[in-house]
């Protein structure tokens, strides 16, 4: 598989709740920012764009997400993707997000499958995508 890439992420005001701590919703929008910024590492251009140049749409077939320790305001997470799996018609991710010191704060994982633009049926993962999800070398983006 693809190595992992390094996300980090700063906890702003904005995703926090009265009492500081990250709204439930803000780990969904954690995780699928850090699978993009990471497909563009993988990809090796503006990652979105690309996955779309490979004819296929990618909706996400299921998500899911575990808390493991409170985030709150000005926290920095440390955001680390990989690819779980690549199938024969879907690809998942696994992400898991790191407090200080290496606490777990959440892990979630990601699943899209491959779909037709033109039948809406679902379709084969591309054989350069595959190529592209299924190689080496860690990443850091800051």
Known sequence: ??????????????????????????????????????LNVWLKGPGLRTLMGFNILPPARAFSVEFLHPVTWDDELTIKVQVAE???????????????????????SLTHVCISPD???????????????????????K
């Open 86 to 108: 690549v199938g024969v018609h879907s690809f998942s991710f696994s992400i898991e997000g790191f407090l200080a010191q290496d606490i777990p704060a959440f892990t979630a």
């Open 1 to 38: 598989m693809a190595s992992p890439v390094f996300i980090k992420r700063k906890i702003l005001f904005g995703d926090c709740d009265p009492e500081g701590i990250v709204y439930t919703p803000r780990f969904s929008y954690f995780a699928i920012e850090a699978i993009h910024d990471a």
């Open 119 to 141: 039948t809406k049926k679902v379709v084969t993962v591309p054989q350069n995508l595959r190529e592209l999800l299924q190689p080496e070398t860690p990443s850091v983006i």
